[in-house]
């Protein structure tokens, strides 16, 4: 039983270009959340999704991030036009419904590095 | 509004010490506990959660943490590390009640010397 599954692990990005971050959740889960952690801090939610629905988007920036999680397929976090401020490490976690945050677990991350 | 604050941002110790690693937080509801670990360039693992019954709670690798009400705290204590411990250790809290979110402290890096 794979666990979530995140890709790329590592991601350099020019200023200016589109950074897109997959997570595959864990075998019979059904809720996505993405972490962002910037260097020196903890994580920080930026948004909740279900299979084709954004269910709390609270943490994130109001421009340029995205997040989907299609009916097939992984989930997608988005980020247009990237700056160096973006450089951080992208978590994403799943659970199964009616878990919550207890019921978390965590991929490996992405670490996008904008140059 | 939630907040986690995790007194110490690095703790160095020497192999097969004690150690505690602090953390208190606020919530005007009731919680739920979280301490995780992030090996270097590594996901997050959990060590061990505190939901509800008894406030000692173990973990993996020898970890334990209390749950303290009154102090609001949920320190994290080991009592004999080995280098493999050597990580960062995250605190976290969410409501009880389904939140689907978790609020983290900014993380302590405990390095482990021979």
């Known amino acids: 039983n794979a666990g979530v599954m995140q890709n790329p692990r590592h991601l350099v990005r020019r200023r200016g270009q589109e950074a897109r971050l997959r997570c595959s959740p864990m075998k019979g889960h059904s809720h996505v959340y993405w972490y962002r952690q910037l260097p020196e801090e903890g994580l920080k939610f930026m948004v909740y999704?279900?299979?084709?629905?954004?269910?709390?988007e609270s943490g994130m920036p109001k421009e340029r991030f995205s997040a989907e999680f299609p009916k097939e397929g992984p989930s997608i976090l988005r980020i247009q036009q990237v700056v160096r401020g973006d450089s951080a490490a992208y978590f994403c976690?799943?659970?199964?419904?009616?878990?919550?945050?207890?019921?978390?677990?965590f991929g490996s991350g992405t670490r996008l590095t904008v140059v | 509004a939630q907040s986690v604050t995790q007194l110490d941002s690095q703790v160095p110790v020497f192999e097969e010490a004690p150690v505690e690693l602090r953390c208190n937080y606020s919530?005007?509801?009731?919680?739920?506990l979280f301490w995780y670990v992030q090996y270097p360039n590594q996901g997050l693992q959990l060590l061990l959660k505190?939901?509800?019954?008894?406030?000692l709670v173990k973990g993996i690798n020898g970890f334990e943490a209390e749950f303290n009400k009154s102090q609001t705290s949920f320190h994290l204590r080991k009592p004999s590390v080995h280098i493999s411990d050597t990580a960062e250790y995250f605190c976290?809290?969410?409501?009880?009640?389904?939140?689907?979110?978790?609020?983290f402290g900014k993380g302590t890096k405990l390095t482990v010397n021979p």
């Open positions: 919530s005007s509801v009731s919680v739920y």
């Open positions: 976690a799943s659970s199964p419904l009616g878990q919550g945050a207890y019921g978390y677990t």
């Open positions: 976290a809290v969410s409501s009880q009640g389904g939140s689907e979110k978790l609020v």
């Open positions: 999704l279900q299979k084709e629905n954004i269910i709390d």
């Open positions: 505190y939901l509800s019954g008894s406030t």
